[in-house]
């Protein structure tokens, strides 16, 4: 059964080092997205993507981070200035249409020291 | 602010039981909704999506929907032991919005 890969699984960064976490998403979806989950809480959307352009952002996903498709399978979020509460299991996710289950990836643990 | 709220437990259900879990959604305007199983360290993975009101059926789960009440249900019937896990429900309004995931209630399926 197709899955969404995510590398790596776990990255530690150095407070205030850019991060890249990288995506692929199912081969014949057309919406990914991002989700994060603090240690204990519940899981939070950051973007969605579709059609190479963000289709909805929240209110996290500010100036610091950043994704990009940058070729045919894979797609990033990049974090840039990492601060010690960007530490967290960030999810990628995919669906076929919006409103469609979306399946996620099993996450990259990121910790920033 | 979308909220959807669970009872986050834990609840504990003897092994061949039925297990019932609730949720509530705030945006009436909410169109999708999906219930998924997450085990400790784990990722979220889908079990069960509704979009009508009603009962939606699947092997053991059972997915209910009342949107006048903003109401999700799901129902593990002959519940096992691998069924603890803690269960997220994710309500999605339209569009290519994100999914607003509730805290989540933790199962334990007592042998």
């Known amino acids: 059964e197709p899955e969404v890969t995510q590398t790596p699984s776990h990255q530690v960064t150095q407070m205030g080092q850019e991060v890249i976490l990288r995506c692929v998403p199912i081969s014949n979806h057309l919406y990914f997205y991002w989700y994060r989950q603090i240690l204990g809480q519940k899981v939070e959307f950051l973007v969605s993507?579709?059609?190479?352009?963000?289709?909805?952002k929240s209110e996290i996903f500010d100036d610091q981070f950043s994704v990009e498709r940058p070729d045919g399978s894979n797609f990033t979020l990049k974090i840039r200035s990492t601060k010690l509460e960007d530490s967290a299991m960030y999810f990628c996710?995919?669906?076929?249409?919006?409103?469609?289950?979306?399946?996620f990836g099993d996450g990259t643990r990121l910790s920033i020291l | 602010q979308k909220e959807v709220e669970q009872n986050s437990g834990p609840l504990s259900v003897p092994e061949g039981a039925i297990a019932s879990l609730n949720c509530t959604y705030s945006d009436r305007g909410s169109q999708s909704f999906f219930w998924y199983r997450q085990y400790s360290g784990k990722s979220p993975e889908l079990i069960m999506s509704i979009y009508s009101n009603g009962d939606k059926e699947d092997g053991r789960f059972t997915a209910q929907l009342n949107k006048a009440s903003q109401y999700v249900s799901l129902l593990i019937r002959d519940s096992q032991p691998s069924d603890s896990a803690t269960y997220l429900c994710?309500?999605?309004?339209?569009?290519?919005?994100?999914?607003?995931f509730g805290k989540g209630t933790h199962l334990i399926i007592q042998p």
């Open positions: 996710a995919s669906s076929r249409q919006s409103n469609q289950p979306q399946h």
């Open positions: 993507f579709y059609n190479n352009e963000i289709s909805e």
């Open positions: 994710a309500v999605e309004g339209g569009g290519a919005d994100g999914l607003t």
